[in-house]
């Protein structure tokens, strides 16, 4: 009997860690000729048409040349008609299947039968046997889909990155020559202010260009674009519609306040873009931190924090939502997760550099808000 992992129902990223970590093992999975064969089925595929395509494969195998791998081939695509079958139907989301023969010595052979029902649909029916499981599919689904852009800006400095999901991704640092302001009065007064604005709508054009290039590539995969930095400038660098249409539709109208032009202002930025993009993970990460620091300094009993007081708590099925950083170690991070299935709470996985991340790294990495 095959083993199915059903990542369709979990939160998000629970799902998407127990994917990761699937796809890991999966990976140092090796056979021989084509003795692992992989399918991916679309939740809307025909049910009957996928077990008529695996018997007429199970047909079209008999013609390989290689005995043992034609045996194995058969073998895996009998055990898939079998244990679809079983199941009598696909899910929502579709099905991956991982069937073969793992060669852990020479000669030797493990067998191995696993149907992952993923966490977001399968957008195509995909059949291939070889020496190794095909699992790009399912790595795509690992990384966020929401994605926002943030630009912080000043005359002269500028810094650009993505934020998925929780994860602040520093794509480029820069700074751009203009000359400083003059207290001379008269004409040339006037002359070097001339200068200074050329070089300032220079460097406008210099951004420009880069965020396109950064951007565009990516665009039908961000969400949002959000300034920050010098309210005027940015004002100013918008109103020259240098930056591509495409990418100035999803501008957000809102321009955030920032410490400083550089990757650590990214990292700062975080908060606040979470209050402007109020669907995305950053904003959930808020808000339940907030919800915890509250009852907290009220001395409200319904909180936990630190593993040892968490871990007894979810023991006992009292936890509605426990937060976890992901700079706790694995097997500590997978104990609570397993517990929190178990007992029916909320998993919320914090990222290590937001400053909610960080905050809770201070209390231990771990807190819960309880259900009494």
Same mark, same amino acid.
């Given at each position: 009997m095959s083993v199915v992992l059903a990542l369709d129902r979990? +939160?998000?990223? #629970?799902? /998407? /860690?127990? %994917?990761?970590?699937? $796809?890991? /093992? %999966?990976?140092k999975v090796k056979g021989r000729h084509s003795s692992l064969t992989t399918v991916y089925i679309p939740g809307d595929k025909n049910f009957m048409d996928v077990i008529s395509f695996l018997e007429? @494969?199970? &047909?079209?195998? =008999? *013609?390989?040349?290689?005995? =043992? !791998?034609?045996?194995m081939v058969q073998d895996n695509l009998a055990s898939m008609i079998f244990e679809l079958q079983r199941l009598g139907g696909i899910p929502k989301n579709g099905l991956a299947m991982f069937f073969g023969f793992h060669e852990v010595s020479p000669g030797r052979f493990e067998q191995i039968k696993e149907i992952i029902i993923p966490p977001l649909p399968i957008k195509q029916f995909i059949y291939v046997c070889g020496k190794e499981f095909e699992l790009r599919p399912l790595e795509e689904m690992t990384t966020p889909k929401n994605v926002i852009a943030v630009i912080l800006m000043e005359a002269g400095n500028y810094a650009i990155g993505l934020i998925r999901g929780k994860d602040v991704e520093v794509l480029k640092e820069g700074d751009y020559y203009i000359i400083g302001k003059t207290r001379k009065g008269g004409q040339s007064a006037r002359r070097y202010e001339r200068i200074r604005e050329e070089q300032v709508h220079n460097f406008y054009k210099h951004l420009a260009k880069? $965020? *396109? @290039?950064?951007? %565009?590539?990516?665009l039908d995969n961000i969400d949002a674009i959000v300034f920050g930095g010098n309210t005027i400038r940015v004002e100013e660098f918008l109103e020259e519609g240098l930056l591509d249409y495409r990418l100035r539709e999803k501008v957000v109208n809102k321009i955030i306040s920032v410490p400083?032009? =550089?990757? @650590?202002?990214?990292?700062?930025? #975080?908060?606040? #873009?979470?209050? $402007?993009i109020r669907d995305s993970e950053l904003y959930r990460e808020k808000k339940v931190w907030e919800e915890f620091k509250t009852k907290l300094v009220k001395g409200d009993s319904a909180v936990a924090y630190g593993? !040892? +007081?968490?871990? &007894?708590y979810l023991k006992q099925g009292r936890v509605d939502v426990v937060m976890v950083s992901e700079g706790i170690d694995d097997s500590l991070m997978d104990e609570i997760i397993e517990l929190a299935q178990s007992t029916g709470a909320r998993v919320e996985i914090f990222g290590k550099k937001t400053e909610?991340? /960080? &905050? %809770?790294?201070?209390?231990?990495? $771990?807190a819960a808000i309880l259900r009494w």
């Open positions: 979990l +939160d998000v990223e #629970v799902a /998407r /860690r127990r %994917l990761k970590s699937e $796809i890991t /093992r %999966l990976k007429k @494969e199970y &047909e079209t195998a =008999s *013609n390989i040349q290689d005995k =043992s !791998n034609r045996k880069e $965020i *396109n @290039e950064l951007l %565009l590539p990516m400083e032009i =550089s990757a @650590e202002g990214l990292y700062v930025a #975080v908060k606040d #873009v979470a209050e $402007i593993p !040892n +007081d968490v871990i &007894e909610c991340g /960080r &905050e %809770l790294m201070s209390f231990g990495g $771990i």
